[in-house]
């Protein structure tokens, strides 16, 4: 898929808008919020990707690709 | 960050959004580490004017320029309809804006294909959906695409988990 000039022009205001945020945001402040998020992450304990259907799935998924690394290895 | 507060303030004020990014792929797939609530918005005016408001309620920063970076709150209204895509930051974490999000077409059609969730403390939302993941990955520059997202996201669609 290449890239148009539209999603170049987007692709350059979004790495400009992320740095400004950066010039802008107090490190400490900063700092809180990246801890903060940690947090919040952690605390997500019974959303979708927890469910005992996402975690076989998972398993499942990471079974398949080590059956065929084992299959190229032999 | 307090994703929750973030998408709870957007709730309660009616904002037409979708969550995109990697809030959206940590909630619903796998556990990774992610710094800012991406929202992609219906974008009309009504829906801008509410999204602003959100903003202030939030206590949110952003300018157009370093010189006039300040709360959203003080902006002209309609300042949202000034580009594509804001970054902003808020007491509550970092949140991105787009108004138009590349390798999908429109928001509508998106939303139609969208995943009402809940946050573990029961804040909904509407997530767009594993294919539409899969595309805005698919139509980054392949230098920035994070490969076990898609990697996830194709098994998924597979059927293949």
């Given at each position: 898929m290449t890239a148009t000039h539209s999603e170049r022009i987007d692709s350059n205001l979004i790495k400009s808008e992320e740095a400004k945020r950066r010039r802008n945001w107090d490190s400490n402040q900063r700092w809180r919020a990246l801890q903060a998020m940690i947090t919040w992450a952690d605390s997500q304990?019974?959303?979708?990707?927890?469910?005992k259907e996402a975690c076989l799935a998972k398993q499942q998924r990471l079974l398949a690709q080590f059956a065929a690394v084992h299959h190229r290895q032999t | 960050m307090n994703a929750d507060k973030i998408l709870d303030t957007m709730n309660q004020l009616g904002v037409s959004y979708l969550l995109i990014g990697g809030v959206n792929f940590m909630l619903r797939h796998e556990p990774i580490l992610t710094f800012d609530v991406d929202l992609w918005i219906e974008d009309s005016d009504e829906n801008r004017t509410r999204c602003e408001q959100s903003l202030a309620v939030l206590d949110a920063e952003w300018g157009q320029t370093d010189a006039d970076w300040?709360?959203?709150?003080?902006?002209?209204?309609?300042?949202?309809?000034?580009?594509?895509v804001f970054c902003l930051h808020s007491p509550a974490g970092a949140i991105d804006i787009f108004r138009r999000v590349h390798g999908l077409a429109d928001w509508q059609s998106s939303f139609q294909r969208s995943v009402a969730e809940a946050t573990s403390s029961g804040i909904g939302y509407h997530g767009i959906s594993d294919s539409d993941m899969l595309q805005c990955q698919l139509a980054l520059d392949a230098s920035v695409q994070k490969a076990s997202r898609i990697q996830t996201l194709q098994a998924k669609l597979k059927g293949n988990p």
């Amino acid at each position: 898929m290449t890239a148009t000039h539209s999603e170049r022009i987007d692709s350059n205001l979004i790495k400009s808008e992320e740095a400004k945020r950066r010039r802008n945001w107090d490190s400490n402040q900063r700092w809180r919020a990246l801890q903060a998020m940690i947090t919040w992450a952690d605390s997500q304990s019974t959303v979708h990707r927890n469910t005992k259907e996402a975690c076989l799935a998972k398993q499942q998924r990471l079974l398949a690709q080590f059956a065929a690394v084992h299959h190229r290895q032999t | 960050m307090n994703a929750d507060k973030i998408l709870d303030t957007m709730n309660q004020l009616g904002v037409s959004y979708l969550l995109i990014g990697g809030v959206n792929f940590m909630l619903r797939h796998e556990p990774i580490l992610t710094f800012d609530v991406d929202l992609w918005i219906e974008d009309s005016d009504e829906n801008r004017t509410r999204c602003e408001q959100s903003l202030a309620v939030l206590d949110a920063e952003w300018g157009q320029t370093d010189a006039d970076w300040g709360p959203v709150a003080k902006k002209p209204a309609g300042w949202l309809a000034s580009q594509a895509v804001f970054c902003l930051h808020s007491p509550a974490g970092a949140i991105d804006i787009f108004r138009r999000v590349h390798g999908l077409a429109d928001w509508q059609s998106s939303f139609q294909r969208s995943v009402a969730e809940a946050t573990s403390s029961g804040i909904g939302y509407h997530g767009i959906s594993d294919s539409d993941m899969l595309q805005c990955q698919l139509a980054l520059d392949a230098s920035v695409q994070k490969a076990s997202r898609i990697q996830t996201l194709q098994a998924k669609l597979k059927g293949n988990p």
